[in-house]
């Protein structure tokens, strides 16, 4: 008897932007595809200059200043970028309080 | 260094790199005012609905007679949404009476109408009023909807979602 395989798609902390120009920090397991689910996705209303642009919240997180959505899951669409997280920024976005 | 797994970087994002990054650095969301939960701003269903989905983990947090309330209130049709207001629970946008409490049920004579006194308010865009506590309400009756806000005479605050400097 041959058994299926399956496969457990790992999750990984990623950044999402969409055409509705949303800024979307959570887990996925899979970035491919029209749409891309994401748990505990938590919404960048604002970010300040410390951040030091855009592509800081993927790298350093969110700051003091920033103003952060509480957490949801949520089906994104019309995706236009997917960044990945590092450690460091999942930290600060996992401590960044809501203050949407 | 941040890795790019897909797309790339909107072309308004780009720029100088750093200071205000990437033309919109300071603004909102993308500098507009907005962020994703309204798109343009145009106001409720056709964003994201990120808002929305925020509710079932911020009910989560309540109360079993809370939470309770709120299903009933579902049940009866109610249309949920948010409304914030100062600290201490009065109106932040305009609006009079006393501080609000999670129970508080307010009913107004109509006709409804958006933008004065003829109308209780929420919204499915709470990025877009100002007020340090958030509240989640449910709205019966008729509704009427406006740009990022929603009235109704009829409106029962349900319990707080969250308050701007102590949100954790």
């Known amino acids: ?100 | 260094m941040v890795g790019l797994i897909r797309g790339e970087v909107p072309a308004e994002r780009k720029g100088s790199g750093s200071g205000d990054g990437y033309g919109y650095g300071d603004g909102y969301g993308y500098g507009d005012g907005s962020g994703y939960g309204s798109g343009d701003g145009s106001g409720y269903g056709d964003g994201s609905g990120y808002w929305e989905a925020t509710i079932p983990a911020l009910v989560a947090r309540w109360t079993e007679a809370q939470q309770a309330r709120f299903e009933a209130a579902r049940r009866e049709g109610a249309t949920i949404a948010f409304w914030r207001s100062n600290s201490d629970g009065t109106p932040s946008n305009g609006g009079t009476g006393p501080a609000r409490r999670a129970g508080d049920v307010e009913q107004i004579d109509g006709p409804l109408q958006l933008c004065g006194r003829r109308a209780l308010h929420a919204t499915l865009a709470p990025e877009k009023w100002r007020g340090d506590k958030v509240w989640i309400v449910a709205l019966f009756g008729e509704i009427a909807q406006g740009d990022d806000k929603l009235g109704a005479l009829h409106r029962e605050i349900l319990g707080e979602a969250w308050a701007v400097e102590n949100s954790r």
């Not at chain 1, 969409?18 to 960048?44: K, N, P, W």
């Not at chain 1, 669409?77 to 997280?85: D, F, N, P, Q």
């Open chain 1, 1 to 100: 008897m041959v058994m299926a395989k399956r496969t457990v798609a790992k999750e990984r902390a990623v950044i999402v932007t969409t055409e509705y120009r949303g800024v979307f920090f959570g887990y996925a397991s899979d970035t491919d595809g029209d749409q891309i689910q994401l748990r505990a996705a938590r919404m960048c209303l604002w970010w300040s200059a410390d951040v030091k642009g855009f592509m800081g919240l993927a790298s350093g997180g969110p700051t003091k200043a920033c103003r952060i959505g509480p957490p949801a899951d949520i089906t994104l669409r019309k995706i236009t970028s997917v960044l990945e997280v590092t450690p460091a920024a999942v930290e600060a976005w996992e401590k960044a309080p809501w203050s949407a």
